[in-house]
């Protein structure tokens, strides 16, 4: 990890940035010139290669998260009591 832990979400994203910037321009490059065909070169390459990162366990990001238990509430040291009529 190369940023500090308070921006540890960052890092995949800017590491899933630059392999969508890479797969666009190889995609572009197929396209020969085409909108149309670039987008659709873009994308089947782009389900290619996000097909075999999660197929072989690339970049999985994990979380631990730790519950703050909740406060005991105050002990009652002098309960009030009502008067009772007779």
Do not use: C, Q
Request: proline share 10%; charged share 5%; hydrophobic share 55%.
């Amino acid at each position: 990890m190369f940023l500090p832990p308070h921006y540890a979400w960052f890092e995949p994203v800017l590491i899933a940035s630059v392999v969508v910037f890479i797969i666009d321009l190889i995609g572009s490059a197929f396209s020969f010139g085409s909108r149309i065909l670039g987008a659709l070169m873009s994308a089947v390459v782009f389900a290619l290669v996000f097909g075999a990162l999660v197929y072989f366990g690339y970049g999985s990001i994990s979380m631990s998260v730790t519950a703050t238990p909740a406060p005991n509430p105050p002990a009652v040291t002098n309960p009030i009591t009502l008067p009772t009529t007779k």
